[in-house]
């Protein structure tokens, strides 16, 4: 049974910094890819950034030099160092895998659509 659990949300001022966490459980498999997505109130959920098995990474132009995902294979979790942070980034954050049978990530994959595991949801509030 797969389970993504995110943490390390919170409310911090403008020009703060967060680090989200979200660790995976049941199944062990540094080949899939990963991704963070966020919804904000009366917005479609959006990409954020997103990480293929090689190592190669994609983030949005939005925060494109604020924020940087990474993966810690040892400890199954995937990580969004959030820096600079402005009152525009207030959403809720998910982090997704791409569970699949044979399924090596040779590159990032951007549309959530391609992701059959999502974690619930971490709270992020920038004033």
């Known amino acids: 049974h797969v389970q993504l659990v995110e943490s390390g949300g919170g409310s911090v001022q403008a020009g703060g910094s967060l680090r989200l966490s979200c660790a995976a459980f049941?199944?062990?498999?540094?080949?899939?890819?990963m991704g963070w997505f966020r919804e904000a109130p009366g917005k479609e959920r959006e990409g954020v950034a997103a990480?293929?098995?090689?190592?190669?990474?994609t983030h949005a132009a939005s925060i494109k030099g604020r924020f940087t995902i990474s993966r810690d294979n040892a400890e199954n979790t995937l990580y969004l160092q959030m820096n600079s942070l402005k009152p525009e980034d207030t959403a809720t954050y998910y982090c997704?895998?791409?569970?699949?049978?044979?399924?090596?990530?040779?590159?990032?994959?951007?549309?959530?659509?391609?992701?059959?595991?999502w974690g619930q949801g971490t709270q992020v509030t920038v004033s």
């Open positions: 997704a895998a791409r569970v699949v049978v044979s399924g090596y990530c040779f590159s990032p994959r951007w549309d959530a659509d391609d992701y059959n595991y």
């Open positions: 990480l293929a098995a090689t190592g190669s990474t």
């Open positions: 049941g199944y062990r498999y540094a080949g899939y890819c």
